[in-house]
Each structure stands twice: as C-alpha cells, then as structure tokens.
C-alpha cells in the first residue's frame, strides 16, 4: 500500500524571486535492501547486486563524508557500504555531475561490495523535514535514522557502523541505539582498517587540504592592506638608499604574474630592444647587488668556520672530479668512488649547494623562482642565477673549495648492492674538471688525452702517472657500478630513448662552422646513471619526511594510441612492438635492430620518444602513491635534486632534504615549507617554464640550422648535399631525417604546379605531370607516360637542403629529394661515422654481458628477490596561419620534445 506525502522545494529565479514547488511524494512499505540477511527477500525484491556474506559489519557514510572521502570509498578492501539515497542525491546536487557520475559507476561496479539503499522512499525510514531545521541536520537524520531501520530489518544479526563528520551527531546519536555506531571516518580508518596505508596517506591528505582551504577562507574574510606610505616617508627612503624609485611596467598579456620595474634615468625608447633587456638586467642586478657574497682578487671568498665546524669534510679524503660538455661554466655535479676500510665501496654524488648562498624569498631566490630555469639557446644561454653564483661561488670548479650536499652510499664490493646511504651538507675540493671526449678516452685507455687535462698537463712523469692511474680506476669503478645500476633499471622496464641533439659550433669570429649532432657516450650513460641514482634516492627521503608537501617527478604512462606510428614502422621492418608495458616496450626496442641500418633502431626509438607522455613536477599532497612513478625510468618515486644551479625545482628539493636531515635530527626546520596547495602551484608555474624553455630552445636550433644553409647555393654547396632516411608516409610526400645535421623536414612529392617526383635510369628526380598513391609503409609516384617509383619506410634517398624564405613567417628548411639512392658520403665521414657507430655497439655489448652476468649471480646465489611492478601504461595559432598550413596538413611532423 502506497502512502503519498508531499515535498515543498523552494526555489530561487534569475529575477531573485523564491518559487515554491510541490512534489508528490510516494512511499512503499519494502524497498529492496541487498542484503543477504533479509528475511523478507521476495517482499524486499532483492534481484541483482547483493552485499557480501562475509564481512563483520555494514558501514553506512552520511552525506559529507560521500562528498569528501569518494576516493577512498572505492578502495575495493572497503565492503558491506550501503550508500543512502539521500547522500546520494546531495553529492549530485552539491558537487555536480562528474562526481555523481563516479558514484554510479562505483554502484554499478560488481566488483567493489557496495549498495544503493532507497531510504527516502521506505515509509519507516522517510522522515520529514522539521520546520527551522537546517538541510544539513535533516539528511544527517534521516541517514541515521535509515541506519536504525537497517538494522532492525537484518533482525539485529549485523552491526551498523555510520561514518559522519559532524561531531553534534557522533555525541547525539553514538550511544543511542545498540547495535549502531556513529563514529568518525578517521577514526573508522583507524580502528577497522589500521593496516590500509594508501586509504590512511589519502584521508591525511584530504584533510590538510581542507584545512588549508579553511584557513584561506577565514584570510580572504579578514584580511587588511596595510596603509601606503606618507609621501615624506618615501622621500627620505630614495635618499637614504633603502627604497628605489623607478616605473612599474606591467606585461599587459600575463598582468597577474609577470611585471618589471624600471629604474628612473635607465629608460629606453625601444622597449624590445636588446638594450632595454640590458638595462632591465642591469636594474635587477643593482637590486641583487645587496644579497651577493663576493669573490674577487682583492677579497676572495673563503669557507668560514661555522661551516666547517658544522659540515662534512671532504677536501683531503675524497677524490671528486667533474664530467661536463667541454666550455662548462655552470658545474652542478660531481662525483667521487673509493674502497673503505672494511673493503666496501664508497660512491658519492656532491651536487652544489646552491640553497646555502639563496635564501627563500630573497631577491635571488624571487627572480629564480620567476625564471624557473636556465634557458640553454643554441648559441648562448640565460641563466636562472647571477653569474657571481652559476659559474663561480656555487660552480663546482677544479681545485677550488666549494659547498655541495652530499649523498653518499656504501656499497658491496662485488655486487655492487647498496649496504648504507648518507645525506648532508659537505665541502669539497674538485680534483678535475673533465669534459666527455676526454673522459671517454681515459676508459678506452688512451692515455695521449692527459695533455687535454689542466690538472695533469704541468706535473713531473712520475706524479702524473700515479694521478692519472688513480683518475683510471675511479672512471673505470663509476662505468662498473653504473652498468650495475642500469642492469637493474633494465630489469624493471626502463627505456632506452631516442633525441635529435645538436651543437652549434661556432668559429671565432662567431660565425657558423658546423652543425654536429650529439654522439652518445659511456661516460654519458654513466654520469646520468648517478644522477637518477640520487635523485631516486632523494626522492624516497623527503617524501618519507613529508609525505603530503614534497616536490617528486612523474611520468605518466603514454596513450597506446600514439603507439600506432609506431608499430606500423617497425612492421615495415619484420619487428613487433610491445607496447603494453615499458618493460615489453624496452625488450621490443632492443630486439628491433636491422644489421645493415642502424639508423633504423635510433628512427624507432625516436618515435616511442615523441609517443610518450610529457614528464611533470607535481606535489606528494595532490595524488595517490600510485601515480608517483616514473614510466620512462621504471622508477617508483623519482625527482630533480643534482641540478640547482639551472634548475627552481632542484632548489625546493635542496631545502625539503635539508628539512629532513633536521627532523631526523629532532632539530628545529629552519625554513618554512610550502603548503601542499603552495607547492602544486609552483609546480605548475615551473612545468610551464619549462615547455617555454624547451619551445626556446627547438626554435633556436631551428634558427641556426637555417643560418648554416643560408647564402648557400644548394646545386653546388657540398654541405647542401645529404643523405636522408625516410621514416614516415604522408598524402603527398614523405618525413625525411637527416643523421648528418639532425634535421627533420618535410620532402614533397607533388609541387606547387601539381607536377610529380619521378626518377630516370641515372636515379636523378625531376618533376612531370602524373599521380600519387600512397600505401601504408610506401607511396608511389607515377607519371602520365607510365614511369613510376617507389619510396619505402626507411629508404635512403640523397636530399638536397635549402632555406625557404617568407616575408610573413620565420625561414624554414626545406628538403627535396633529387635522387631515390643514398647519398654517397665521402671516405673520411663514412669512417668517422662506423667508428662512433662500432663504438655505440661495443657498449651495449659491453652493457649486456654485464647485465647477464649479474643476472645469473644473483639467480645462483639468491642474493636478492625483488618484485617489480610493471606499469602499462594542439597547438593553436592565428586563422590566417591555420591557412596557410591547410595544404601542408598532410606533411606536419608532429614530434614533440621529451625530458626525463
């Protein structure tokens, strides 16, 4: 028998005016309940979901904590949850569709153990608003008092627990009715699921949270500005020096976050120019003078005695050197091997200790936080500091002191396994400042590389052989550890990726002698390794201090879809590609080698690079553990910490570590954390920076690589000339690589008359009247007197570059085709190149017999057993340059940069 009742709604128009709704109102004496106790199941009509039979109690949350706590809800360790349809309908009300839409979904999913109870239309658990009675307090009733009913429905043979965070509830209801249980949802985490770790980090994070929106809230209703200053006050300031007087001038496109004040008297009626930038740099560093330590002949900077007093020193213990690019000034790391006393190993990683001389928020550490990063161009770079700091005071220069933090391991022997790990502040001595090629050397044992070295070039034969067969073994010791390391990165799915990098060299006069593309190194590989090491283990340390508010890298898995390119490339080859994991992904790659064609492996390693996702600073406070890890690095938590010269990231992560140390230390934490709130803000800003960085930096190559071919006659210029490599088919041309220059470009098959590429018996190009079809690994050309050619995925094909000039637009580089063969290079570079290529292979040889060696050891010895999670896992412009592109659509190489 149904029973009607009605339901008043008040609503408010647009107009302002309250409009007073009636709503019928029907209740039914059995709903169905999903419970496998009903003892009515046929009234109660209980067909589909039903809770679990095996758990010690339902619990039932009222509405605030669905709205807060849904995250946690759908841990499927949480079971017997009965949601009530009056929390329910107050999510959907309240927090929108999106989170409505989760709580379906959750209700919908078998496999998680929860139901929909509907209270409000059961006639012994609807109970009617109150007259004065707040919303809030009537749907906290009514849940409870469906929780009663419930109860008493399942005969009183399961207990209620209700989860509610209004305190006046827990003390009203908590006692009232045995059997029922009103507690909060901290506390329910606490006592029925102590060992539920990820829901415990999550509810602490969600409360931090609220509580700083909390506190926001009550700032924003009080806050008061203080006063401006008297006119006289000011007056006197800018002649006593403690004020400036200058013009504000605001960037009227970004007016909230980006503003620079203009000293008075340093004007510039060109406010683009390269003299006003001088000048607004000049401004800055009259403002910064006053926060800068100074290092001149006349007074040279010293360490003082309260840092030694109070740091680990190194200077006469420890062997530390530098491996950078050659002309290095800003030198952020060092790195130092020696055997202990005990006969373990001792690895160092020494990174400057650029928080020491930058303290927060002083000017210095304001303009860096703005900057963000050191803007590398190809001819030049900006730096994120003063020079006095980035290539002098906080530069780990050879056979200078410095200050450096420290993160030390002690290692075995053998196995290389970490036994220990220290963190703190140090002071070092440098011994050398190696560049890579001489590094390199120095492992492949030629010794004629001394001369390159300073600190070797001046001494007697016999100091300089007993310096350099120590310098020997410690570079030897580093590659060995960092084979170790790598192997066991390898293991877990870490990828091997492929970037076009190139250096510009410049002659004296600085004009453009050579474009050179980067050449990988061992050296390379083990420097980076350290680093990931560190930063790995950085990483674990303060996110272990400060679970909610430290500063980690995440790299999410990619979109399978943007495999697509991908695995079609490599089936034009015969290889498969893995994609649904990056340890299958690694394994693919390092399978799909063509004997005849290296550049095949670097084209499809190139491809993964731009299929993945983009790499991102985020705060502790702001996702799930789970979503820490690192894809490309098959690494579980991971930051930046080894570059602070160049990089306001590291810098955080310099002040969260030193914050660590002193908790471990019960010591006071001198400086003020950021918020969790605070931190993903500035995680933001600093990610935006460095797209900006990175965008700056593709365009400067760009730029100079045009500046290389201009003025140059592409007929009869040899440097015009290349061999190219076909990596990816378009409607009407092909994507073409050039390894000698790092290009990258469009070549067209059909021109601007409509004409078509076609190829004589001398394999020369030349344009005629005739047709394109294209395939999904090639594209033929045909003309109307019956002559075609093919181009294959992969094809050599000789391409001759030239610059294409606009009025409206930058210059490009433009790429023709003009022969279907390869370019045949001259003897001398075909040799240079073999050579860089054997050596490239010898290392990875090298690399993976290491690899199985260690591999078997540890399966003979049974060392260690470790389990490793495997994780799966546009641009817009103007109407007129959308335009102009429309035509070239087909041909867009839609690479995008990738940085771990």
Not at 261 to 280: F, I, M, N, Y
Request: contains cysteine; charged residues 25%; negative net charge.
């Amino acid at each position: 028998m149904l029973q009607k009742r009605e339901k008043v709604l008040l609503l408010r128009t647009f107009q302002g005016r309250t409009l007073r709704i009636v709503r019928e109102h029907y209740l039914r004496p059995s709903v169905p309940c999903h419970s496998p106790l009903c003892p009515q199941p046929a009234a109660c009509r209980n067909d589909g979901k039903l809770l679990s039979s095996d758990v010690t109690h339902y619990m039932i949350p009222d509405w605030k904590v669905v709205q807060d706590y849904l995250e946690i809800l759908e841990f499927p360790e949480l079971k017997g949850i009965i949601f009530m349809q009056t929390a329910c309908q107050t999510v959907q009300h309240q927090r929108g569709r999106r989170q409505y839409n989760k709580l379906r979904n959750l209700l919908k999913d078998a496999r998680h153990d929860c139901i929909l109870f509907a209270n409000e239309f059961q006639q012994y658990c609807y109970l009617p608003r109150e007259r004065g009675e707040s919303m809030e307090k009537w749907q906290t009733r009514s849940i409870y008092n469906a929780a009663v009913w419930y109860y008493h429905h399942c005969q009183d043979r399961m207990p209620i627990v209700m989860v509610t965070e209004d305190e006046e509830a827990i003390q009203q209801y908590g006692s009232e009715t045995e059997g029922v249980f009103v507690i909060s949802f901290k506390n329910y985490l606490d006592n029925f699921w102590p060992d539920l770790k990820a829901a415990h980090e999550l509810c602490d994070s969600i409360l931090q949270s609220r509580r700083e929106r909390e506190n926001e809230s009550q700032e924003s209703h009080g806050k008061e500005y203080a006063e401006h200053l008297p006119l006289e006050v000011l007056e006197a300031g800018i002649k006593s020096g403690r004020y400036i007087q200058g013009i504000l001038n605001v960037n009227k496109h970004r007016a909230q976050i980006e503003a620079f004040v203009r000293l008075q008297g340093a004007s510039c009626k060109d406010s683009g120019s390269v003299a006003a930038c001088d000048v607004r740099t000049e401004c800055l560093i009259l403002v910064q003078m006053c926060e800068m330590p100074v290092n001149t002949p006349g007074n040279p900077w010293k360490v003082s005695p309260e840092e030694e007093r109070e740091r680990k020193d190194l200077r006469e213990t420890h062997l530390v050197f530098s491996i950078d690019p050659k002309g290095c000034e800003d030198v952020d790391d060092t790195l130092s091997v020696r055997t202990l006393a005990n006969g373990s190993l001792e690895l160092g990683v020494h990174i400057a200790d650029v928080t020491h001389f930058v303290p927060p928020s002083s000017y210095i550490d304001t303009e860096a936080r703005t900057r963000a990063t050191t803007y590398y161009l190809a001819d030049r770079r900006y730096d994120m500091l003063p020079s006095i700091l980035s290539a002098d005071l906080c530069s780990l220069l050879g056979g200078v002191d410095r200050y450096a933090v420290s993160v030390i391991w002690e290692l075995d022997r053998t196995s290389y396994e970490i036994k220990n790990v220290w963190f703190g502040r140090t002071i070092i001595r440098s011994a050398y400042k190696l560049f890579y090629e001489a590094a390199q050397e120095l492992l492949d044992g030629n010794v004629t590389v001394v001369e390159d070295i300073p600190e070797l070039k001046n001494l007697d034969t016999k100091s300089r052989q007993a310096k350099l067969e120590e310098l020997v073994w410690a570079l030897g010791k580093l590659t060995d550890i960092a084979r170790h390391i790598r192997a066991k990165r390898d293991r877990c799915g870490a990828l091997e990726l492929e970037g076009v990098e190139v250096r510009v060299q410049l002659d004296e006069k600085k004009n453009i002698h050579d474009l050179i593309p980067k050449q990988p190194l061992e050296v390379h590989e083990t420097v980076a390794e350290c680093m990931i090491l560190a930063n790995h283990w950085v990483a674990r340390k303060i996110w272990e201090s400060f679970p909610h508010q430290a500063l980690l890298r995440q790299h999410p898995p990619p979109h399978q879809e943007f495999f697509s390119e991908l695995r079609e490339c490599a089936k034009a080859k015969g290889f498969f590609i893995d994609t649904r994991s990056n340890k299958t992904l690694a394994d693919s790659l390092d399978n799909a080698n063509d004997p005849n064609d290296p550049i095949v492996n670097r084209l499809l390693r190139s491809m993964a690079t731009q299929a993945m996702s983009n790499a991102l600073y985020f705060s502790t406070g702001s996702c799930a553990e789970e979503e820490f890890h690192h894809y490309g690095l098959a690494l579980d938590k991971y930051t930046h910490f080894t570059s602070p010269i160049r990089r306001y990231s590291d810098i955080v992560v310099h002040r969260l570590l030193m914050a660590a140390i002193s908790k471990d230390k019960k010591m006071e934490i001198k400086d003020n954390l950021l918020s969790n709130k605070d931190l993903e803000e500035l995680c933001r800003h600093i990610n935006n920076r460095n797209r900006a960085a990175q965008h700056s930096q593709k365009q400067s190559t760009e730029l100079f690589q045009c500046m290389y071919f201009k003025d140059k006659d592409p007929e009869n210029e040899e440097r015009c000339i290349s061999d190219g490599v076909i990596y990816s088919i378009r409607t009407n041309g092909v994507l073409v690589f050039i390894p000698r220059f790092g290009i990258k470009g469009a070549a067209y098959l059909r021109n601007k008359d409509g004409l078509v590429i076609s190829c004589g018996s001398d394999s020369r190009s030349e344009w005629k009247p005739g047709s394109l079809q294209r395939f999904q690994n090639k594209i033929t050309s045909t003309t109307t007197g019956g002559e075609s050619v093919t181009f294959h995925l992969f094809d050599h094909v000789t391409v001759r570059i030239s610059v294409q000039a606009s009025r409206c637009h930058s210059d490009t580089i433009r790429l023709e085709i003009i022969s279907n063969k390869p370019y045949m290079i001259p003897d001398t570079e075909l040799f240079q190149q073999s050579s860089l290529l054997l050596k490239s292979d010898l290392v990875k040889e090298v690399t993976r017999s290491v690899e199985e060696a260690q591999l078997a050891q540890e399966v003979k010895v049974n060392i260690i057993q470790e389990d490793y999670q495997k994780y799966c896992q546009t641009k817009g412009r103007s109407l007129y340059t959308l335009l102009e592109e429309i035509r070239d659509l087909a041909l867009l190489d839609v690479s995008n940069s990738y940085v771990m």
